[in-house]
């Protein structure tokens, strides 16, 4: 058994070769709208129940049919007043369910990444073989209804096996060569880009993905209060603006349109953003573009001062 992921090395935070953002920019932002498609009664999977109720979850259901419905327009309409491009995490399926939403981001040219096909169908016991596929027909789909070369991927439900990187990296080369698949977001370890090991010796990054800004984590297990995610978001926000100012921080505010775009909840979202986007050394942006810049500009020289770290701490 591992005793770690093997996905990357370890790199302290101190001392790190300076990563420096377009413009003189601290912190690079990007905001990442999950916009999911549920079944109400997905094929089974021993390894995990879609819901958590032996009955048609209707209740569940129909909430993140409303995110859909309701949501997401309210949540686009805001972004857009501040100046910010969804990154969003999608459902493939949702090509196919709801082609207006497709098209409504594709309008203001949001950026499309995978979050496999249904969030109701996990990766937990499928074969290599069967996970290529599902990643595959995700990448072909979003192609299809977007002309987007999908960069990046966040496993549905978190649910990614030791295979994932892998074969999200092999795909997007053997449909698209290097314009796609090279970062993902499956990987909560650090609040700066991170080079990461593949099989296939690809370049390929990690994006820092706050799971502690995630608005499902923050109202639904941590059970916090509007108000108090509004402060945390700023809180966040003013920490890596300040370490920014040394070397160029990531913040990732990824979001459901089943959560935060309920109208009680819409408001304090509105003033963290408001307050963000006030400060002009800000890169507002998407997960591919901030990917795109590391690759280009610092990938090598990290990984050069990592390798270097690791053989002066042998």
């Not at 496999?116 to 990643?135: A, L, P």
């Not at 449909?175 to 080079?195: I, M």
Request: charged share 25%; with cysteine.
């Amino acid at each position: 058994m591992k005793e770690e992921p093997g996905y990357y090395d370890y790199w302290p935070y101190e001392n790190r070769p300076k990563i420096k953002w377009p413009n003189g920019a601290r912190v690079a932002l990007w905001v990442a709208p999950n916009i999911e498609f549920y079944e109400l009664n997905p094929p089974a999977n021993p390894h995990r129940a879609a819901w958590p109720q032996p009955y048609p979850a209707v209740g569940g259901y129909s909430i993140r049919d409303y995110g859909n419905r309701v949501g997401h327009t309210r949540q686009m309409q805001l972004l857009e007043k501040y100046g910010i491009r969804g990154s969003i995490s999608l459902s493939t399926a949702l090509c196919d369910h709801h082609p207006e939403i497709i098209e409504m981001c594709k309008e203001r040219n949001w950026e499309f990444f995978s979050h496999g096909i249904y969030n109701t169908r996990y990766t937990y016991g499928m074969s290599e073989e069967q996970e290529r596929d599902m990643i595959r027909d995700s990448i072909e789909t979003i192609y299809k209804h977007t002309g987007q070369k999908c960069a990046g991927y966040l496993a549905p439900a978190l649910s990614h096996s030791e295979y994932t990187l892998d074969l999200f990296a092999e795909a997007g080369t053997e449909l698209f060569g290097n314009d796609a698949g090279f970062y993902t977001c499956d990987l909560f370890h650090d609040d700066q880009p991170t080079p990461i090991h593949l099989r296939s010796g690809k370049r390929f990054v990690s994006i820092p993905y706050s799971l502690e800004m995630n608005d499902t984590i923050a109202y639904v297990v941590n059970k916090i209060e509007p108000r108090r995610y509004g402060q945390m978001i700023k809180d966040n926000f003013d920490r890596l603006y300040q370490e920014g100012a040394e070397s160029g921080t990531i913040m990732c505010i990824p979001t459901h349109n089943y959560q935060v775009s309920c109208p009680h909840r819409l408001r304090a979202f509105e003033e963290a953003l408001e307050y963000i986007t006030g400060h002009s050394d800000v890169w507002i942006t998407t997960g591919k573009e901030i990917a795109q810049h590391f690759l280009d500009n610092h990938y090598d020289t990290i990984n050069d001062d990592i390798a270097s770290k690791i053989v002066g701490a042998k």
